[in-house]
T-cell receptor
Framework: SQQGEEDPQALSIQEGENATMNCSYKTSINNLQWYRQNSGRGLVHLILIRSNEREKHSGRLRVTLDTSKKSSSLLITASRAADTASYFCATDARSEKLVFGKGTKLTVNP | NAGVMQNPRHLVRRRGQEARLRCSPMKGHSHVYWYRQLPEEGLKFMVYLQKENIIDESGMPKERFSAEFPKEGPSILRIQQVVRGDSAAYFC???????????FGSGTRLTVV
C-alpha cells in the first residue's frame, strides 16, 4: 500500500494565493521529501525534512512535519502560474528507497 | 555538472522486443535508483544499485527485468520481451554517498505498441 498519500488530489487557485498540500504516511520514517513534477518531465527535489525536524523553509516553500500524526504539509506562498505542476511527497523508512504518493495536481490560474 | 542523464528520452518498442534504458548519474554520485511511473500515478521504486552491486531489487518484476551499474559506464535497465503493460515513464535518480535527497533524470518514456 502507498506509504505517502497526498491530499487534495487536485487544487486550483489564483495567482498570488497560497497553496497548501498535505501528505499522510503509515510507518516510521527517517525523512520526508517533497518533489515537483511538471507535466511530462522529471522530478525536481524541493525540500527534505528529517524526522527530528518540525518545520523547514526554502524561499516561498514551507514544510511542516508532525511525526505524531504521521503527516506533513507543503505550503507555497504567493503562488505563480509557473508553480503549476504535480507535487509528490516521498518517505523513506529504513532504507534509501523512497515511497511516493500519487501526488497533488496544482493549477495556478493567472 | 550535467545532472542525471537518461537516454533515450522516448523509446517505442513492439511487443516482444527488448528495451534498454540508460542512466548516467551525476558526477560524484555512486548510488543509482530506478523508478517507474504509470500515467496519473506516483513513482514506484524498482531497484537501487551501487557500482557493480545490486543493493535492493525488491521493486523489480521477477521476470524480464534486469538492471546493472557497471564499474565503467552508465546504469542500464533492461526489459526483455516487452508487453503493453511495460509502457510507462522510467526515471533514474542518483545520490552521493551522504544522502540528502535524490537528483532525478528527465526520464525515458517507453511505449510498447
Amino acid at each position: 500500500s502507498q506509504q505517502g498519500e497526498e491530499d487534495p488530489q487536485a487544487l486550483s487557485i489564483q495567482e498570488g494565493e497560497n497553496a497548501t498540500m498535505n501528505c499522510s504516511y503509515k510507518t516510521s520514517i527517517n525523512n520526508l521529501q517533497w518533489y515537483r513534477q511538471n507535466s511530462g518531465r522529471g522530478l525536481v527535489h524541493l525540500i527534505l525534512i528529517r524526522s527530528n525536524e518540525r518545520e523547514k523553509h526554502s524561499g516561498r516553500l514551507r514544510v511542516t512535519l508532525d511525526t505524531s500524526k504521521k503527516s506533513s504539509s507543503l505550503l507555497i506562498t504567493a503562488s505563480r502560474a509557473a508553480d503549476t505542476a504535480s507535487y509528490f511527497c516521498a518517505t523513506d523508512a529504513r532504507s534509501e528507497k523512497l515511497v511516493f504518493g500519487k501526488g497533488t495536481k496544482l493549477t495556478v490560474n493567472p | 555538472n550535467a545532472g542525471v542523464m537518461q537516454n533515450p528520452r522516448h523509446l517505442v518498442r513492439r511487443r516482444g522486443q527488448e528495451a534498454r534504458l540508460r542512466c548516467s548519474p551525476m558526477k560524484g554520485h555512486s548510488h543509482v535508483y530506478w523508478y517507474r511511473q504509470l500515467p496519473e500515478e506516483g513513482l514506484k521504486f524498482m531497484v537501487y544499485l551501487q557500482k557493480e552491486n545490486i543493493i535492493d531489487e525488491s521493486g523489480m518484476p521477477k521476470e524480464r527485468f534486469s538492471a546493472e551499474f557497471p564499474k565503467e559506464g552508465p546504469s542500464i535497465l533492461r526489459i526483455q520481451q516487452v508487453v503493453r503493460g511495460d509502457s510507462a515513464a522510467y526515471f533514474c535518480a542518483s545520490s552521493p554517498k551522504t544522502y540528502n535527497g535524490y537528483t532525478f533524470g528527465s526520464g525515458t518514456r517507453l511505449t510498447v505498441v
